[in-house]
């Protein structure tokens, strides 16, 4: 425990018998649960993380009976716990190898079918929503993060200042030089989308698994839900942001060559979360700026598009006339198109503003 709040450290593993050890090997003692997510592994990792679980101590949690009882006030939370206990049916098959999740304190949960690093994730986050942890870390399983570092990634939940931390490699005077050109480019490019998409418009590094999250934030959102491949960074900054939760960046260093093997190909994945984020832009849109609260900056982005896409197809009528000797475009023409252009821009720039603006306050620095 950490200032009296259990923590555990979700690790998404996928063939990572050689590095696992060296994640285990360095976990600090103040961690109390080590929930590793073998994603369907055809190498050695299971066998690795049953060797610990054999040779470590026992290690019992504090108990949390959290029941609820009947009573004329409690239906409504009735409904939370029964749907809470059936969420697990959400979830792809999977299996907790422990046959005491009491007192083990490393976890080893097998994901029958491969469901990707966002997948595994959530898995993680599911056991320790239900064992009511107060405080949730993700490590990478491929020795990638500092362990010594954890400690800055968790005191700002564990001291209730945010609902979610996010480590930042780019803070680092060694960034530059040591994430690999393709990440970084690729980084860059994603953290730029994701920050229109989530409304955390101040956060830098949106790529880094190294995070922690509150158990209450864990209990505003539909994990299951959490995309399941390398986008899940960027979709779970859009969920936390339609629940309003907190979040606050801590800089830590950029780790590389120490024997991991990249699974990531920039090239891939860079488009299927670009289109991903598009689509969680407009689900931030219609759900957090107008069914659940409306705010005007819902019909200044839509103004904007719908003004936009209009000038598209001036533009497509104008553009032969410009090029061809002899042509001429109607004053009335270059008069709608301009307003068409220069009245969805001024909309889109009033919409971002405001929602720099409203998500202001959810970026604590």
Same mark, same amino acid.
């Given at each position: 425990m950490y200032k009296s709040k259990t923590i555990a450290v979700v690790v998404p593993a996928y063939n990572e018998e050689?590095?696992?050890?060296?994640?285990? *090997?360095?976990?600090? !003692?103040?961690?109390?649960? %080590?929930? $590793?997510?073998?994603?369907?592994?055809? #190498?050695?990792?299971?066998? @690795?993380?049953?060797?610990y679980i054999q040779q470590s101590d026992k290690h019992p949690l504090p108990e949390n009976n959290q029941k609820i009882k009947e009573s004329v006030y409690s239906q409504a939370d009735l409904i939370v716990q029964k749907l809470n206990e059936e969420e697990i049916n959400y979830f792809p098959p999977s299996k907790v190898i422990n046959s005491d999740e009491k007192i083990n304190r490393i976890i080893l949960i097998n994901n029958l079918v491969n469901t990707g690093v966002g997948g595994a994730i959530a898995r993680g986050y599911k056991w320790c929503k239900d064992h009511h942890i107060d405080c949730t870390a993700v490590?990478?399983? *491929?020795?990638?993060? !500092?362990?010594?570092?954890? %400690?800055? $990634?968790?005191?700002?939940?564990?001291? #209730?200042?945010?609902?979610? @931390?996010?480590?930042?490699?780019?803070?680092?005077?060694?960034?530059?030089?040591?994430?690999?050109?393709?990440?970084?480019?690729?980084?860059?490019?994603?953290?730029?989308?994701?920050?229109?998409?989530?409304?955390?418009?101040?956060?830098?590094?949106?790529q880094t698994g190294f995070t922690a999250i509150s158990k209450s934030a864990l209990n505003q959102i539909k994990i299951y839900q959490i995309y399941k491949r390398y986008g899940m960074p960027n979709d779970l900054l859009v969920r936390l942001n339609m629940?309003?939760?907190?979040?606050?960046?801590?800089?830590?260093?950029?780790?590389?060559?120490?024997?991991?093997?990249?699974?990531?190909?920039?090239?891939?994945? $860079?488009?299927?979360?670009?289109?991903?984020?598009?689509?969680?832009?407009?689900?931030?849109?219609?759900?957090?700026?107008?069914?659940r609260d409306f705010h005007p900056l819902f019909l200044l982005y839509n103004l904007s598009f719908l003004l936009l896409i209009s000038f598209i197809p001036a533009l497509i009528y104008m553009i032969p006339k410009i090029i061809r000797p002899g042509e001429t475009v109607s004053v009335s023409v270059m008069f709608i198109s301009a307003f068409l252009l220069i009245t969805g821009l001024q909309s889109l720039f009033f919409a971002m503003w405001m929602d720099i603006g409203d998500n202001q306050k959810l970026y604590k620095y």
């Amino acid at each position: 425990m950490y200032k009296s709040k259990t923590i555990a450290v979700v690790v998404p593993a996928y063939n990572e018998e050689k590095q696992i050890q060296l994640v285990l *090997d360095h976990m600090p !003692d103040y961690v109390d649960r %080590i929930v $590793i997510v073998n994603d369907c592994s055809t #190498d050695k990792t299971e066998e @690795v993380v049953l060797n610990y679980i054999q040779q470590s101590d026992k290690h019992p949690l504090p108990e949390n009976n959290q029941k609820i009882k009947e009573s004329v006030y409690s239906q409504a939370d009735l409904i939370v716990q029964k749907l809470n206990e059936e969420e697990i049916n959400y979830f792809p098959p999977s299996k907790v190898i422990n046959s005491d999740e009491k007192i083990n304190r490393i976890i080893l949960i097998n994901n029958l079918v491969n469901t990707g690093v966002g997948g595994a994730i959530a898995r993680g986050y599911k056991w320790c929503k239900d064992h009511h942890i107060d405080c949730t870390a993700v490590m990478a399983g *491929d020795g990638q993060m !500092d362990p010594s570092e954890l %400690i800055d $990634i968790i005191t700002p939940v564990v001291e #209730d200042e945010v609902d979610y @931390v996010k480590g930042n490699r780019l803070k680092h005077p060694t960034a530059s030089l040591i994430v690999p050109r393709s990440r970084f480019f690729g980084n860059a490019t994603l953290s730029i989308l994701t920050k229109i998409a989530s409304g955390y418009w101040h956060i830098s590094d949106t790529q880094t698994g190294f995070t922690a999250i509150s158990k209450s934030a864990l209990n505003q959102i539909k994990i299951y839900q959490i995309y399941k491949r390398y986008g899940m960074p960027n979709d779970l900054l859009v969920r936390l942001n339609m629940a309003s939760c907190t979040l606050k960046e801590v800089g830590i260093k950029p780790v590389y060559n120490v024997g991991e093997q990249s699974k990531m190909r920039p090239v891939r994945v $860079i488009p299927s979360i670009s289109w991903l984020l598009f689509r969680s832009f407009f689900r931030r849109l219609w759900v957090k700026y107008l069914f659940r609260d409306f705010h005007p900056l819902f019909l200044l982005y839509n103004l904007s598009f719908l003004l936009l896409i209009s000038f598209i197809p001036a533009l497509i009528y104008m553009i032969p006339k410009i090029i061809r000797p002899g042509e001429t475009v109607s004053v009335s023409v270059m008069f709608i198109s301009a307003f068409l252009l220069i009245t969805g821009l001024q909309s889109l720039f009033f919409a971002m503003w405001m929602d720099i603006g409203d998500n202001q306050k959810l970026y604590k620095y």
